[in-house]
Structure formats: structure tokens, C-alpha cells
């Protein structure tokens, strides 16, 4: 059998009907293992991703190189083991074992050199083998799992890399409580990147295979920071696995995002064969770009090992952001020397999306921090684990704070083993996150857990045993036990009123920060909640929705309130981000200012208006002033029109006699930047009938203006939907390009439109997609997704590239189709080539790009859901999770 690399050809594109896609699509960089390849320097990246045979069930024997896989799934990494309906909270996901294998011939290239497989996680119960021999095994599914490979390959015939994963209930490890009693699903499978890195016998290790306390791989950490100086430590930790002595130096070039050298240094050294050291140096860089999250710079460190002739034998790519937190109780947050100016408004974030899981693509991850930069957040909360590199990758890039998670959410085993484990991941979510500017606290508790004591002092100990350099904080709930030892508490605010967190006074030595906010339901057994609405309900819940976010009247945690606090509050994340698919609960968590395909609600836009407009802002600027009018004008939409806008002024006009309405933003020091605004009694159902009766709709209209300085700086128009005659499609890419490896996955949105384009928000066509050229449709008739109803006027569907560039080709119909029916639509979305080469069986690659996967869609698992005893005993389960939850809010 033969390899595969690259694909590669140049593509054209032709646009149909209707695409967003930016005429020129950027790509953002997504790391490798933790660093980015360097040319010329003896390493380089291969992606395991494409072509692997996938069995869902138990098996004996499927380990050996000369099992028979020829009949299991055909899939490519990341997967999920399954596809599921947009509804499928509740435990609908597949819990149990699943087989992976992969067959491949190594690069003749690869002989001599050091090979390491990486996989970023793998969900659950874990083991690897290479050609039979087990090479790793692994408990937890959200940090990496990695295994030197090089003495397992056979060169010129054909290798099997097998996988066994098992996602079911154990509480030997975290998160360990049973999913039918957990907020949230950790679907299985391989559900991240896979890499084999390739390198020289002398090398730079990985932090996450070498198991150094704070050691392990590249360490960046900063010393004394301001404006005219920085102080930067650079640990390196090099491993010779050569048969010889080795004498040479490490050099580390730092270059500006213009690619303009700012400084150099270099450390002579010596490593024994079979043996690893440290190297350490400091540099220092004068009047540097400082990183923040409304000017996220990134510097480029080149990292070279050098023999004693000068060559390069190892080296690699690393972005850095120069940057120093601290938190001074009441003094608050302070980010490179200097309070910082505003609370930190922010969200959670689950790892799930619709359809696939868990297994998002990197482009969906740089699109949910894009996503929620440009809705004005600046901290995100990995609520309730390290989240996939990709994602900490665009918080980087696009300016998000993080707060890292230990894997974890209500539940401890008194077992040593669970703690050990837990110990475990700490460690290995600090060496693999360390590096990043946006990391801002770490979470090393367990969420809503009841831990004993001596576990919380043990894991602020390890966080610093790991990360013994400045800028380094940590935070826990009040009223857990332990958490004097924590620096940040988490808690309502003191005017948020009610729930276990609100204090009644605060310590001055002590930083404050609200972990979860915004959810807002009758009971922790029904999850009734006017903050939890599905985008399908359509404006008026919407709407509902985001004033509760922004502003109640009744006191409870929400934007405003947030705004109306101390420094030493800093600020809060909101409770959700996101819909997102929950495991204990029937219901998917509505509450998210997105759905689960990422389309926005009303509040989304409530957030955009909370954005200031900085000119000199380069992020910010980017998205601009905002003005938006959450009135769809249907017969249902109320006369009260609401308008999101954070300019200083907006203008409504309406179509009625050209009438105007004026807003005008007061001065204030105190409450959200932007209140919602809301203009009475302006929509008139009837008078838009007499307009279309006369053969006039273009004169139904409402325009809102949002004025700066007297300027009309931003516009928005919404006009009344008329005859439903057509459906367009856009790419919801972010402008990013599609890339043709197997992996990528773009979201694809269909809408109903009249024939001027306004969207049908009312109507309850299906429409069924088609695909054609280099791509598949993540999607099937079985889980509802294909034809897809439409809800609120759109259907959005997931496209996989395959791993062969060109157009793929989607087609839009409603169904049945008729001659009065909206009109068809296609879109074109063109793919590029992928940035590694791509490592799998030629014939396999080869059937995957030629046929769609076969899907085994809803789990066939027997869960016991039609066992009255069982639903008896889970009810009664239930009960402890309800009295946890009340206990935490």
C-alpha cells in the first residue's frame, strides 16, 4: 500500500446565487503539538487526521496489525463516533467502547529520526497501539495523549496505528460523576487533532510527554514588565537521543508582527547520550508591544538548537505575548502596570456544537473566539476543562482573556486514585497552556464540588510548583472549602442578591469575579427560565432573553449590575455562550446569546452594543459602531421597537409620515455602557397593510441611524418580508478559507427570502441539501438534519472538506417543491490545500474522498429509558444534583 501526502491544485470560484464569504478569505495559524513548524530546521509536522476505520462496540482482537477492518466506518479526525440530532440532550449520545484504526506507510524520510504520534485528546478510558504493541495508555479525554513511535515502525509495508476509547461512566477519573447526572455531554472518539511530529535525535521535548515539574518542552515566563522594558525568561528542555555526546548552543530570535528581528541571544551547552537537561537565559526587550486584549500583539520566537558547526538540528515556532497580570484585592485587576479600565464582562464556553459533539474542527474553534470577541466579551471561562488547543490558539490572536479549567463539575471519589488523577490533569493543563498571553487565572478546583480541604491547598501548591514565576493566580468559590488559599474568590456581586456566593462583606486582600451569571431558572429539577430561549421561539422571547441579560427589575446578577461595582469586582462570565446539548437534563441548554450552530439571538446584539467606540482601537474599530433593530416587523412583532446601538445617538425613522424618534445617550459613570432602547408604540401591523394593499412596500420600513459626534456612523434597515420566492445560502466562515484536509468543517446557512432578500422569519418550510465536488454534508435524514425544518426563517447545515482541493458545490431546495415554491439555491465554496501533509493509506484516502461517511446515527446504546424502575431510580439521583446546584447559586 502506498502513502499519501498532498492534493494539490490550483481551484477557481464562481459564486451562484449568494455568498458572504470575504472576497479575499484569510486562514488563521493554528499550533502543532504546542508550536508552529519552522522551516530548515529537521522538524516537521504530519497530520494523522484523514482515513481512519472507526467500530462503534466491543471487540477482541482489534488491536492486531491483521485484523479485518474493511467493513467498520470510513471517517477522518476529529469524530465524535456519531452524528446527532440538534435536540439530543439527555443522554442521547453513545456511551461505550469504540475501535479506531489507521493504516499508513511512513515517509522514507522519517528513517533516523525521532517520531512522536500526538494525539490532542482522546475522550474517556484510552489505549494506543503501534503494529500490536501497546504504546500509551491514558484516563481523561481532554488534555493530550502522545507515544514515541520510533522504534514500533515498519518501513515500505503497511502500519496499523489502533485506538481504543471508552466514554462510559467511571469514577475512577475526572470529570467521574455519570453522565445521566452531569450538565454536559463529553461525546467520545477521537474528537481532536492528531499529529506525527518528526525531528532529529536531539531535540526540544514535549511538556506533556516528559512529566518535568514546571518543566518539559519551552517555557516562556516574564519577569519585570512596562512600557519601556520587559524582562523575559526562556526555559528549554533538550533531550539527546543520539548514540553521541552533543556540545552546541539554543538560540531564540524574537521578531515584531512585521517580521523585523527585535533581539537574539543564544546559551552554549552539552547534553550526554540518552540524556535531557534544562537551558535557561532572559532576555530583554526594549519598549515593547504589550499585549491586551483590545491590542492583542503577538511576537514570533524562533527557537533553534544549533551542533557545534552552527547547524540546525531542531527548532521550531512559538507566538508569544508580552504581558503582566496581577489582582490587588480592592485595588482590582491590573494588566501591564496599570488598573485596568473597565469590568471584565466575559462568558463560559462548552466545547459542543450541533450535530458533531465535541469534534469541532480548529476553524469552528477560531470562529466561536471570533464570535464572541466581536460580541465585546474579553474573558472567556473553559467551563469544565482545558479546551482544545485551537481555541486557545485565537484567544491569543484575537484578544480573550481565558480562565482554565480543571476537568471537573460535581463530584469527588474519596479513592486516592481520582485525586492523583486530578493532580494529573492540573499539571498537564499548566505545561500545556502556560505559554499563552490570554491565560488569566487558572480554575484547578473542581467545579461545585465538595472536596476536602487539604485538596484545595494541594492543587494551589502544584499550580505553582508548575508555574513558580510572577503572574501566576488561581481562583475558587467562597464558601468551598479552602479557599483562603485562592487569591480570586468567585462570587455574586454584593447588589446581585441571593444564592450561596453573594458575601456580605469583602476582604481587602481579595479579588473578586463572578464564574457564572445571566441563568436565571424557577428550579434545578424543571430549568424553566426566561433566560433560556431557543432562537426557533422567535423575537418577543428573544427579546425577553436579552433584557434580563442586560437589565432586571428584580435584583439578580445581570450586565448592569456587574457595571455597578467596585474594582475589586472585577467583572463575571455569563452562563452560556452557547446552546449547548446537557446529559442529566431532557432539555439542551437554551440560554446561549447563539444557538448550537452559532446563529445569533436578539441578545448577541445586546452584547455587540456594550462595545466601546475606540478610533484607536485596532479590534474594536474593526467591528465598528453598531446599531440594530431587534423588530422583525412581522404581524406578531410588537409595536414596541428595540434598538442595541453603543453610539451616543440613534435616529429611528418610520415609514408612517417619515416619522422620527430620537435617542439620546445620558452621561454616566455607573450601570452598562449601553441600555437597551426601546421606542414605544411605533409598529403598526395595520398601516403596513394599507401600504402593501396600494402597491407600496417599499415604503414600509423602519431605519435606525446611530450618530457619533454628530455622524451617522452605522445603519440598519429591516423591512417586512412579503411572498416567500427564494432561498440564498452564505457561508457563516468567519472570511476564513476552507481547507481541503478532511477535517475542516464550515457552517453553511439556507434562508427563505422574498425577492428582495428580506428573510422570512415565519414559515415552516424544510429544505433539502445536496452536495457535490471535494466535500460532504454533515448531515442525514435520521437525525433530522437533512431535510432540515427551518426555524425562524433559516436552516444551517455543517459541509466537511475533503482532502482534496476544489469547489464544493451546495444545493439548497424546499421540499416538496413545487411551482409556486421559493426558487433553489447554490453556493460555491472553494477549498484550499492543505498546510501539512496528510498521512493515511492511498486506497483508503481514496474511497473516503469517493463516497459520504455511512453513518450509525443514533446510539443504539441501551441506556434502560424503558425501564420505569430505571427512570424511578435516575429521578431520585436527580435530587442530589438539584441540591448541589441551589447550594452553588
Not at 523575559?232 to 548514540?243: E, F, M, P, Q
Not at 530583554?284 to 527557537?303: A, F, I, N, T
Not at 505553582?464 to 464558601?479: F, I, K, L, N, S
Not at 441578545?603 to 467591528?623: D, G, H, T
Request: proline share 6%; with cysteine.
Amino acid at each position: 500500500m502506498k502513502k499519501v501526502t498532498h492534493y494539490i491544485y490550483f481551484i477557481t470560484c464562481c459564486l451562484i446565487i449568494f455568498l458572504t464569504q470575504q472576497s479575499f478569505a484569510s486562514q488563521p495559524e493554528y499550533s502543532t503539538a504546542g508550536f508552529f513548524e519552522l522551516p530548515n530546521t529537521g522538524r516537521t509536522v504530519y497530520s494523522m487526521n484523514p482515513a481512519w476505520r472507526m467500530y462503534k462496540g466491543h471487540l477482541e482482537g482489534a488491536e492486531q496489525p491483521d485484523f479485518n477492518d474493511k467493513e467498520w466506518n470510513l471517517v477522518s479526525l476529529p469524530d465524535g463516533i456519531e452524528y446527532v440530532p440538534s435536540e439530543a440532550s439527555g443522554c442521547v449520545n453513545y456511551q461505550g467502547e469504540v475501535w479506531y484504526r489507521k493504516h499508513f506507510t511512513p515517509e522514507e524520510t522519517w528513517k533516523g529520526k525521532q517520531l512522536f504520534l500526538h494525539f490532542e485528546a482522546i475522550m474517556g478510558k484510552a489505549k494506543v497501539w503501534i503494529n500490536g504493541t501497546l504504546v500509551n495508555e491514558h484516563y481523561g479525554g481532554f488534555l493530550p495523549v502522545i507515544a514515541n513511535v520510533t522504534e514500533y515502525l515498519n518501513y515500505e509495508e503497511d502500519n496499523v496505528i489502533a485506538v481504543w476509547a471508552d466514554n462510559s461512566n467511571d469514577p475512577s477519573y475526572p470529570p467521574g460523576k455519570p453522565q445521566d447526572m452531569l450538565d454536559f455531554t463529553y461525546s467520545g472518539g477521537i474528537y481532536r487533532d492528531c499529529w506525527m511530529i518528526v525531528h532529529n535525535n536531539v531535540f526540544i521535548t514535549d511538556p506533556n510527554y516528559e512529566n518535568e515539574t514546571a518543566g518539559g518542552g519551552l517555557f516562556v515566563s516574564f519577569g519585570h514588565i512596562s512600557q519601556s522594558q520587559a524582562e523575559i525568561r526562556l526555559d528549554a528542555h533538550v533531550r539527546n537521543s543520539s548514540n553521541t555526546y552533543f556540545s552546541g548552543k539554543i538560540e531564540y530570535q524574537l521578531f515584531d508582527k512585521d517580521n523585523r528581528r527585535v533581539c537574539q541571544a543564544s546559551k552554549a551547552f552539552s547534553v550526554s547520550k540518552g540524556k535531557a537537561r534544562n537551558t535557561s537565559l532572559t532576555i530583554k526587550v526594549e519598549k515593547p508591544e504589550l499585549w491586551e486584549p483590545d491590542s492583542p500583539y503577538l511576537y514570533q520566537l524562533h527557537v533553534l538548537l544549533k551542533d557545534k558547526s552552527g547547524h540546525v538540528v531542531d527548532g521550531y515556532r512559538r507566538r508569544i505575548g508580552i504581558r503582566s497580570i496581577e489582582f490587588k484585592g480592592k485595588d482590582g485587576f491590573w494588566l501591564n502596570g496599570k488598573p485596568y479600565p473597565y469590568p471584565l464582562i466575559g462568558a463560559n464556553r462548552h466545547q459542543d456544537f450541533a450535530i458533531i459533539g465535541n469534534a469541532l474542527s480548529n476553524s469552528l474553534h477560531w470562529r466561536d473566539a471570533k464570535k464572541l470577541r466581536d460580541a465585546g466579551l474579553r474573558v472567556i471561562r473553559n467551563a469544565h476543562y482545558p479546551q482544545d488547543p485551537a481555541f486557545m490558539d485565537a484567544c491569543d490572536e484575537l484578544g480573550l482573556f481565558v480562565i482554565v479549567n480543571t476537568p471537573g463539575w460535581q463530584f469527588w471519589n474519596k479513592e486516592p486514585i481520582f485525586a492523583q488523577r486530578v493532580y494529573s490533569d492540573i499539571r498537564n493543563m499548566v505545561r500545556r497552556d502556560r505559554n499563552h498571553p490570554s491565560v488569566w487565572m487558572w480554575e484547578p478546583i473542581l467545579n461545585e464540588t465538595w472536596y476536602p480541604e487539604d485538596f484545595a491547598k494541594n492543587v494551589v501548591d502544584i499550580l505553582h510548583e508548575e508555574y513558580p514565576y510572577p503572574y501566576c493566580y488561581a481562583g475558587c468559590d467562597v464558601t468551598a472549602k479552602g479557599h483562603e488559599y485562592f487569591p480570586i474568590h468567585f462570587t455574586h456581586p454584593l447588589n446581585g442578591a441571593g444564592g450561596a456566593f453573594n458575601t456580605s462583606k469583602m476582604d481587602p486582600k481579595i479579588s473578586y469575579f463572578t464564574r457564572e451569571w445571566g441563568d436565571n431558572v424557577d428550579d434545578w429539577n424543571s430549568h424553566n427560565s426566561p433566560s433560556r430561549v431557543n432562537r426557533a421561539w422567535g423575537e418577543i422571547p428573544m427579546l425577553v432573553q436579552a433584557q434580563g441579560y442586560a437589565k432586571t427589575d428584580y435584583k439578580y446578577t445581570c450586565y448592569d449590575v456587574l457595571y455597578r461595582n467596585t474594582r475589586q469586582h472585577m467583572g463575571g462570565c455569563l452562563w452560556h455562550s452557547f446552546d449547548h446539548q446537557r446529559g442529566y437534563h431532557p432539555d439542551p441548554f437554551y440560554g446561549g446569546i447563539m444557538d448550537a450552530f452559532r446563529q445569533p439571538k436578539l441578545s448577541y446584539y445586546m452584547f455587540c452594543a456594550q462595545r466601546p467606540v475606540e478610533k484607536n482601537n485596532r479590534l474594536i474599530a474593526e467591528n465598528g459602531p453598531m446599531v440594530f433593530i431587534a423588530n422583525a416587523m412581522t404581524p406578531f412583532s410588537p409595536k414596541d421597537v428595540t434598538v442595541y446601538s453603543n453610539c451616543d445617538e440613534v435616529r429611528l425613522t418610520y415609514c408612517k409620515n417619515g416619522k422620527q424618534f430620537i435617542y439620546k445617550k445620558e452621561k454616566t459613570d455607573e450601570g452598562m455602557p449601553s441600555p437597551i432602547i426601546t421606542f414605544k408604540n411605533v409598529w403598526d401591523v395595520m398601516y403596513d397593510k394599507q401600504l402593501a394593499r396600494k402597491n407600496k412596500h417599499e415604503e414600509s420600513y423602519l431605519l435606525a441611524e446611530g450618530i457619533v459626534d454628530g455622524e451617522v456612523v452605522a445603519t440598519h434597515k429591516v423591512m417586512p418580508a412579503r411572498r416567500p420566492s427564494k432561498i440564498i445560502l452564505w457561508a457563516d466562515n468567519e472570511g476564513t478559507e476552507t481547507i481541503a484536509d478532511g477535517s475542516d468543517l464550515i457552517t453553511v446557512i439556507a434562508a427563505i427570502a422574498d425577492e428582495n432578500g428580506n428573510i422570512k422569519r415565519l414559515n415552516n418550510y424544510h429544505i433539502k441539501f445536496e452536495i457535490e465536488g471535494p466535500g460532504e454534508l454533515v448531515a442525514s435524514k435520521e437525525t433530522f438534519t437533512n431535510p432540515r425544518e427551518v426555524q425562524w426563517g433559516t436552516a444551517p447545515i455543517l459541509v466537511r472538506a475533503k482532502a482534496q482541493t476544489g469547489n464544493i458545490k451546495v444545493k439548497a431546495s424546499v421540499v416538496p417543491n413545487g411551482i409556486h415554491t421559493p426558487i433553489s439555491a447554490e453556493l460555491i465554496i472553494p477549498t484550499t490545500k492543505a498546510i501539512h501533509p496528510l498521512i493515511a493509506d492511498e486506497d483508503e484516502l481514496n474511497l473516503q474522498l469517493k463516497t459520504h461517511r455511512n453513518q450509525e446515527n443514533l446510539s443504539s446504546y441501551d441506556h434502560g429509558q424503558s425501564s420505569d424502575e430505571a427512570r424511578k431510580q435516575s429521578q431520585m439521583r436527580l435530587k442530589e444534583v438539584e441540591k448541589q446546584q441551589s447550594d452553588f447559586e
